[in-house]
């Protein structure tokens, strides 16, 4: 029996879609997107620690209003920002060259992410903490979703995309 060119065209678009491109090629260009979109969500997850910053008590130091308002961009690989105290006012606040908790730092109730060290008979108070503008006060932060919480939901609205796209 001859078939039509019509016929065959028909079966093409009903087996493989509409789509103009040879399914080989079809399937490359998919992987090659979801590969793209994960290497988004990960630089998108991967970013800079962000800190508030100030010191002193002169004009734009801690303890003056607006002082409080700057905010630096820390450094590539920089884990933490500080808050230090003396006499319980903040005197510098920014990002910390501390790559690990060290010994003596105990943890902050309600926030697993912030820990904080007295010295010289509790006048002086050092804490550092994982996220971003959290170095605002020695107390629990409470900033929003932590960096785990963004990746997970990242990696959600990656996985949704990619069933959707593939």
């Not at 491109?21 to 490359?28: D, G, L, Q, S």
């Not at 629990?140 to 997970?152: D, E, I, L, N, V």
Request: contains cysteine; hydrophobic residues 35%.
């Amino acid at each position: 029996a001859v078939v039509s060119t019509q016929s065959k065209q028909w079966y093409q678009r009903r087996v493989h879609g509409d789509s103009h491109i040879k399914p080989k090629a079809e399937r490359m260009f998919r992987t090659i997107l979801g590969v793209l979109l994960s290497a988004l969500s990960v630089a998108i997850q991967v970013h800079a620690l962000v800190c508030h910053k100030c010191e002193g008590n002169g004009a734009g130091g801690c303890g003056v209003p607006g002082g409080q308002k700057m905010n630096e961009t820390c450094n590539a690989g920089v884990k933490y920002c500080e808050v230090k105290f003396v006499n319980n006012k903040a005197v510098k606040k920014g990002c910390s060259n501390v790559t690990a908790i060290p010994d003596g730092y105990k943890a902050v109730a309600g926030d697993p992410e912030k820990s904080c060290k007295s010295s010289k008979g509790n006048a002086e108070k050092h804490c550092l903490c994982s996220e971003n503008r959290c170095n605002e006060n020695d107390k629990p932060f409470k900033g929003g979703a932590t960096s785990f919480q963004a990746a997970g939901l990242g990696m959600l609205v990656l996985a949704a995309v990619h069933f959707f796209v593939c």
